[in-house]
């Protein structure tokens, strides 16, 4: 419950009440008024003063001042008579109506405030806005202007230069009639608009031009022919014809077969550590072909490609071993399945088809099937046409062929 | 601000459109005319000559030809006559009088496919030594022609037997600065660059640079060869600085990456050689200077002179369209005046500023 506050004083004039409510030791800071046409509150925790009007006041002219341990009001009656008391004698449910209006009303001017000082700022920003523009723009014209000028003094120059050029086409052209025609008379005229379009005065270089005119032109050039190669097509080539997709392709192919090792075999649990790794199968089936044992070699890579059938190396080396052996379907079928990992045909892996294609036509060949042989034959010589031995070996088949048709 | 206006401005100074594509543009000499090459939607070759006037271009004289025509060039005609000799879709080489367009001064069948690209020397009153035209086509040969021997060529660049053929996409003249030196430069579509001394009639020098070589040429024609810019695919050009040939590592070379498309064209500033400017596939156009060394030769290891490549700086680049512009043309009486024409069916005049001073 606050402190109703008692010992206020007031005074009056014709038209002006002065009210003073000593604060009693309350800061100015926490005083808080609310005053409308015919009530006033003022209220400093844990003090209250409120007062009912006696008559009507301009709240809008009326001031307080809050300062040095009192409040002063100075309301302004609306109508100029003399008040024979302070405050009005109201009952409880009136004095709670203008209360509340009291509230009300000043929370709507608060708003009100609020509302005109936001549309203030709103303006205020408006107008910066437009004024950087303006400035923007007229920077921009500047640079604009300057640019124009620029390009009218450029296209100035232009038509300057090509009446020039007019006058003194019209005066060579003039000086053709008066001079006549003729070889000899058109030299000076040479000399005279060469110098003119070189803009050199010099006498010295027209006589030497005049004399170069007069000399004949060397005679045409004797017919010669210069005969040129290109840089041969290794990769990277011309892009345009580049074949990387290709070689991308097989470059990926071989990884996934390194990769593509097959390992959940049964007896695959009793090899050592070194057997289970296909390359060094191949190692060993490569020392023992060298050395003659062309059985073991074959076991070698057979062990390998249970391991990995992605590698094309074993299946060609296997083909040779089987050559070796006379095992000539089996060196067909093992020589067909590497080529078929060997696609796409790319420069890489040019060698590698080459011997795969020349063990097949040997077995073929072997097995008096000289077409397929030659077929084969003629494939490897694709890839290298210069083998001298190949082309011999070709040469040999051809002969067979053609003696047994 | 200030330091930016000081580069030199390339300025559009009028654009015209057209009804037909056009291949090459070409100042006539000692006049503000110029000829544009190309061929109609129909499928015949056209010229047109246009003159300046009043900040417009006006049509003089509209020319009709059976075949279209890909390139010309004036370099290999006196200044009186003007004659154009241009190459065209079917490999004629034919020497027109702009005046008298109905019959050709000279004509001859050069080449069995198009002729790519074509160069004169000998002309204008610039250089020494006999008139010649030099013609690169898809064919893979290079010819050089004089206008006084019919039919045959005076000497021809072709593939050894049983060489498959390359296309060549551009030739140069370059180094006749006397009646006997001459060469010739050409670029072929594998990137292979060659140099040809018709002198000694023999390969001089030949190098390759990876992506094929859409334009080459020579500083200036008529000196001993200075500086040489090869443009590619992909965006790179190459300048290689030709005083000091070593006999095995050829020429030293710079080379910048710009326009990050095809580079169509470079043609040199005819009043200052250190300048040129450089066309590309997205429709821009760069203006480069070379800036030399400080010694342009230095001892190799062996104790052998090799050249040393200077710099190249960008001074002002423009986009004027989105297609590629495929030919530029400096006029060769006033500086700064240049004529390009682009896919997009339309020439161009520009006026590229401030370069007295750069």
């Given at each position: 419950m606050p402190l109703i506050v008692k010992d206020h004083t007031w005074t009056q004039n014709q038209n002006t009440v002065y009210i003073s409510v000593p604060l009693k030791g309350v800061k100015p800071a926490s005083v808080h008024v609310i005053c409308t046409d015919e009530y006033l509150k003022v209220s400093f925790p844990p003090f209250l003063f409120e007062v009912f009007l006696f008559g009507s006041i301009n709240e809008e002219r009326s001031e307080a001042r809050i300062g040095n341990g009192v409040a002063v009001f100075t309301l302004q009656k609306r109508r100029d008579e003399s008040w024979e008391q302070l405050f009005t004698n109201i009952d409880k449910d009136k004095q709670k109506q203008i209360r509340e209006q009291a509230v009300l009303k000043v929370q709507q001017k608060e708003a009100e405030k609020s509302k005109a000082k936001a549309a203030r700022i709103q303006q205020e920003k408006k107008y910066a806005l437009e004024t950087m523009m303006k400035l923007e723009n007229k920077e921009r014209d500047r640079i604009q202007k300057m640019k124009d000028e620029e390009c009218a003094r450029a296209t100035a120059e232009l038509d300057f230069w090509r009446e020039t050029q007019r006058k003194t086409a019209e005066e060579k052209e003039n000086q053709q009639k008066t001079r006549g025609t003729g070889p000899q008379d058109n030299q000076p005229v040479n000399q005279k608009t060469v110098t003119l379009m070189r803009n050199t005065g010099d006498t010295t270089s027209g006589q030497r031009s005049r004399k170069q005119t007069a000399k004949d032109l060397p005679a045409p050039r004797s017919a010669g022919c210069i005969q040129i190669s290109f840089t041969p097509r290794v990769f990277p080539t011309a892009l345009r014809e580049s074949r990387v997709p290709e070689e991308e392709e097989w470059l990926k192919k071989q990884a996934e077969a390194r990769r593509a090792?097959?390992?959940?075999?049964?007896?695959?649990?009793?090899?050592r550590e070194d057997e289970r790794n296909p390359d060094w199968l191949k190692e060993k089936g490569d020392k023992l072909f060298m050395s003659g044992n062309y059985q073991a070699a074959v076991n070698a890579y057979n062990l390998a490609i249970k391991l990995n059938r992605k590698i094309p190396a074993l299946f060609s080396n296997r083909a040779a071993c089987h050559l070796k052996l006379r095992n000539l379907h089996k060196a067909i079928e093992d020589s067909s399945q590497a080529l078929e990992l060997l696609k796409p045909a790319v420069a890489a892996n040019a060698s590698a088809r080459l011997k795969a294609h020349v063990r097949r036509g040997t077995a073929f060949c072997e097995l008096e099937l000289y077409v397929e042989g030659l077929q084969d034959y003629q494939a490897a010589l694709e890839i290298d046409p210069h083998n001298a031995a190949l082309r011999a070996d070709s040469d040999k088949i051809c002969e067979i062929i053609q003696g047994t048709t | 601000m200030s330091s930016a206006l000081e580069k030199p401005q390339i300025i559009a100074h009028i654009q015209k459109s057209l009804n037909y594509t056009v291949f090459d543009s070409q100042w006539i000499p000692c006049s503000a005319k110029f000829v544009c090459m190309g061929n109609f939607a129909r499928g015949s070759g056209v010229l047109q000559i246009y003159e300046i006037q009043h900040g417009e271009l006006q049509l003089v004289r509209e020319i009709e030809k059976a075949k279209p025509i890909k390139c010309g060039t004036f370099g290999a005609t006196s200044l009186q006559q003007r004659h154009l000799a241009t190459g065209d879709f079917d490999g004629s080489l034919n020497v027109w009088n702009l005046e008298v367009p109905e019959s050709p001064v000279y004509s001859v069948k050069a080449h069995k496919e198009i002729i790519n690209s074509i160069d004169g020397v000998g002309g204008l009153g610039i250089g020494d030594g006999a008139p010649e035209i030099v013609t690169g086509s898809r064919d893979g040969t290079v010819k050089v022609w004089d206008s006084r021997q019919k039919d045959t060529p005076v000497v021809n660049m072709e593939p050894m037997e049983g060489e498959t053929k390359r296309d060549c996409w551009t030739v140069a003249f370059g180094h006749a600065f006397n009646d006997q030196d001459r060469c010739v430069c050409a670029g072929y579509d594998n990137g292979d660059i060659k140099l040809f001394d018709l002198r000694n009639m023999s390969l001089r020098w030949e190098t390759n640079i990876k992506n094929g070589v859409c334009s080459v040429e020579f500083d200036r024609k008529d000196i001993n060869m200075n500086k040489l810019v090869a443009t590619s695919l992909e965006g790179k050009f190459h300048v290689f600085d030709m005083r000091t040939q070593h006999p095995t590592k050829g020429f030293a070379s710079v080379s910048e990456k710009a326009h990050k498309s095809t580079i169509w064209q470079v043609r040199h500033l005819p009043q200052n050689r250190d300048i040129f400017m450089t066309a590309g596939g997205a429709g821009n156009l760069h203006l480069w200077k070379y800036e030399y060394p400080a010694q342009r030769t230095k001892k190799g290891a062996d104790d052998v002179d090799m050249g040393v490549a200077g710099s190249v700086n960008l001074l002002q680049n423009v986009t004027l369209s989105t297609q590629p512009i495929s030919s530029l043309d400096w006029s060769p009486d006033k500086q700064g005046l240049c004529v390009c024409s682009s896919f997009d069916q339309s020439v161009r005049v520009l006026i590229v500023t401030k370069l007295n001073t750069v």
């Open positions: 090792v097959d390992t959940d075999l049964a007896e695959l649990d009793d090899l | -």
